[in-house]
């Protein structure tokens, strides 16, 4: 059976997703059949473009004509727009990806939860970083317990796209509609990478902070508009089953352009890894002075053999193969609610520590996750 793919947003995420679903064919060969059928936006012209370059067979400029007709919708839309079409397609059925963090505040994403548990179809919020391989490989080593009882969670998520003040003002610098800043559009890597790896966060102690609260609006001369989201945070927390936690993320960190680090610390070893060298994991164990450097590009490595011989390095982008196979996947074996993670389950899991974080830099104290 072929699948149709209904996919709202063709810019940055739109085209990410739809070079996945042109590669399953040539590296997935048992994936299933997937049609790019309808490219959802406003902008007519602009939407044509894009359904043309990124293989769609028609566009659409209302998602209500199209999240019933298709066999999986796509929600790659800024935040605000998560909710409203993703409930409105569980409610008809059909199975939904919507990019990362899941909403622009708690009641949204619960609502999502909410609707996503009534359908019983599979759903998918987008952390793709869980598919790298060298993280998949570092989960199981935690599993097999070769760090032994696990201490210290450590992750920070460093660009710098916003350190010209004259950078112009986007959705992403909305409160309204993006919800918040860089705790949002990073922290919730990092946070879901916490879940995955680690365990729940249940408690947190954070700050946020706006270092440029205007930016000109692109093509309006004189013009600007207000930052009312944080350009960085930091938060402390504990994790389940006592592990300490720091989290931090920063669109101001001059020199890092998408420097994702994760380090854990067990009590029998060590592991680093960086976004920006994403085929490498550093491990340190049985009791070596010092860490190793593994090249996670082996056949037997998670998803290395669908690709390149061992070295052939892989990038940020066949992540979302990873990701959109497997949920992809999860639809075609008409898969229950669980059939795929992350799904919106854990998507609120995040969306309810952003909120714990955010709560707790405003009264100034610890404030658990619940
Ligand atoms: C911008 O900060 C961005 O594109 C995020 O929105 C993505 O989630 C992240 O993976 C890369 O940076």
């Known amino acids: 059976m072929t699948l149709t793919v209904g996919v709202l947003g063709y810019r940055f995420m739109g085209k990410a ?14 994936a299933p059949d997937v049609e790019r059928h309808v490219l959802v936006g406003r902008d007519e012209d602009a939407l044509a473009d894009a359904a043309h370059r990124f293989g769609f067979d028609r566009t659409a400029t209302d998602w209500a004509d199209v999240v ?7 929600n790659l839309g800024p935040n605000h727009v998560h909710a409203e079409p993703s409930i409105a397609a569980l409610e008809a059925g059909t199975p939904v990806l919507s990019e990362k963090p ?6 949204g994403a ?22 790298v391989p060298a993280l998949r490989y570092a989960k199981n080593l935690i599993n097999d317990g070769e760090l032994g009882e696990i201490r210290h969670f450590r992750g920070r998520y460093l660009q710098d796209w916003l350190v010209d003040p004259e950078e112009p003002w986007s959705w992403r610098n ?24 680690v365990g729940d966060v249940e408690r947190v102690s954070g700050q946020l902070r706006t270092f440029v609260d205007e930016r000109p609006v692109e093509g309006e001369a004189d013009q600007t508009r207000p930052v009312t989201v ?23 960190a001059d020199g890092h352009k998408n420097d994702h680090t994760i380090e854990i610390h067990g009590s029998e070893g060590s592991l680093r890894f960086s976004l920006e060298r994403l085929n490498e994991l ?75 974080i955010q709560e707790s830099d405003e009264r100034g104290e610890w404030v658990p996750v619940e």
């Open 17 to 30: 997703h739809a070079n996945a679903l042109a590669r399953l064919p040539m590296f997935f060969p048992d």
């Open 68 to 74: 019933e007709e298709v066999d999986a919708f796509y």
């Open 102 to 107: 899941l909403a622009n505040d708690l009641d």
């Open 110 to 131: 619960e609502r999502m939860a909410e609707a996503a548990a009534s359908a019983e179809v599979p759903t998918a919020t987008a952390f793709n970083y869980r598919f």
């Open 174 to 197: 909305s409160k309204e509609m993006a919800g918040s800043g860089a705790l949002g559009d990073l922290g919730a890597h990092t946070i879901d990478l916490a879940r995955f790896l």
């Open 230 to 252: 944080d350009d960085a945070y930091s938060a402390q927390a504990e994790l389940e089953g006592g592990v300490m936690a720091t989290f931090e993320a920063s669109r101001f």
């Open 282 to 356: 550093e491990v340190l164990r049985d009791g070596n002075r010092g860490y190793e450097t593994i090249l996670v590009t082996d056949a037997e490595d998670p998803y290395v053999e669908h690709w390149w011989p061992p070295g052939h390095v892989l990038g940020w982008e066949h992540t979302f193969v990873h990701e959109n196979y497997e949920f992809l996947s999860a639809v075609d074996s008409g898969g229950s609610a669980d059939g795929y993670r992350p799904n919106f389950e854990d998507g609120l899991a995040v969306q309810m520590v952003l909120a714990a």
